[in-house]
């Protein structure tokens, strides 16, 4: 799986979030991380995943997600502050101090 391009199974992931399927959608996610542990592609599957879990209502699961993401890369601070599947989990201060770590703040 290691030399298999891992965007057709994003792709695929997010298409499952658009069809609210969010524990497939997550199967894919976790299975991109897995394959491909330190790259750009596991920063941005690790922030789908989170939008998973926040539509699933563990808003514990989706920040552990979106601080990966972050860790991993991820770097999208409007995406992150405006994406409709993340409200659930605003008003949490994990998210709040992810944020502003994310500014710079």
């Known amino acids: 799986i290691k030399n298999?391009?891992?965007d057709p199974m994003l792709e695929?992931?997010?298409r499952f979030i658009r069809e609210k399927k969010y524990r497939e959608g997550l199967e894919r996610f976790t299975?991109?991380?897995r394959a491909w542990p330190n790259s750009k592609a596991s920063g941005r599957a690790?922030?789908?995943a989170a939008r998973c879990h926040a539509r699933l209502d563990e808003p514990r699961e989706a920040i552990?997600?979106?601080e990966k993401a972050?860790?991993?890369g991820f770097n999208d601070l409007t995406?992150?502050?405006s994406d409709?599947?993340?409200?659930s989990v605003r008003a949490d201060e994990r998210y709040k101090k992810l944020v502003a770590k994310h500014r710079g703040n």
């Not at 409709?84 to 409200?87: C, P």
């Open 84 to 87: 409709d599947d993340l409200k």
């Open 46 to 48: 690790s922030f789908h």
């Open 31 to 33: 299975a991109i991380v």
């Open 64 to 66: 552990d997600w979106l």
């Open 4 to 6: 298999i391009n891992p």
């Open 79 to 81: 995406r992150l502050e």
């Open 70 to 72: 972050v860790a991993l």
């Open 12 to 14: 695929e992931g997010i």
